[in-house]
């Protein structure tokens, strides 16, 4: 693959003027590896899906291709932002416009939840989540040059995986970068399910790949 000087990222990458920022299951300084490993246990286990409506960010036609600078931009943002709360995102958040304006961004995002007792009830997980999110700190400045997110969780949806339409390894080889997918292959754990390849440490065959 060439590569710009003015933009040394490779694979879909997006050069951010200091550093890459790579698409998802995309690793390296320059994006050139594919990540360790892929984590599916979204697909496993239950999850919520809550919206978002982000205040201090205006929504712009390029949000709605996933792969480009501005959707990876403001993805990147609000995965930084909801982070410290201690949630695992599944996948990146899906910006989208509030209609009719344009001048705020809706945001749907999946968070993964930790296994649950038996008698434990989803929904109520759910109102638990929409609550911690809104009740945590916003920054002090919600402008839109400010250096932080506002934004107010507006709904949460519970739900259980549905039954896999594939098995693990074409699921791992759908997740997994293209230019790498042949490499992956899946790796059960008690909590969930991995993508992984012969780099990955600490399974089983796994070796020092040297970045490489």
């Given amino acids: 693959t060439l590569v710009s000087p003015t933009d040394p990222c490779l694979n879909g990458g997006f050069w951010m003027g200091t550093a ?3 698409p998802p299951n ?7 590896f594919g ?4 984590n599916l246990t979204a697909e496993l286990g239950p999850f919520v899906t809550m919206m978002a409506r982000v205040t201090n960010r ?3 036609e390029d949000m709605r291709d996933t792969s480009s600078p501005g959707h990876r931009r403001f993805a990147e943002e609000f995965s930084r932002t909801v982070r410290p709360r201690g949630w695992d995102l599944l996948g990146p958040p899906s910006p989208n416009p509030i209609p009719p304006s344009r001048g705020s961004v809706v945001v749907n995002y999946r968070v993964q939840l930790r296994p649950l007792p038996g008698n434990a009830s989803l929904e109520h997980r759910a109102l638990e989540l929409l609550a911690v999110a809104n009740a945590a700190s916003q ?3 919600c402008s839109t040059s400010a250096d ?3 934004f107010t969780a507006t709904s949460a949806r519970a739900a ?3 039954t896999l339409p594939l098995n693990a390894t074409e699921l791992c080889r759908r997740y997994a970068p293209a230019n790498f997918s042949r490499f992956y292959f899946p790796y059960r754990t008690a909590n969930g399910l991995l993508c992984v390849t012969n780099c990955t440490l600490n399974v089983p065959g796994s070796f020092d790949c040297h970045r490489g």
Wanted: glycine share 8%; aromatic share 4%; net charge negative.
């Fill in 26 to 32: 995309m690793d390296g300084p320059r994006c050139e």
């Fill in 148 to 150: 932080g997110l506002c």
């Fill in 20 to 22: 890459c920022l790579c």
């Fill in 160 to 162: 259980r995986a549905a």
């Fill in 58 to 60: 205006d929504f712009s």
């Fill in 139 to 141: 920054p002090h400045n």
């Fill in 35 to 38: 990540a360790t490993t892929i």
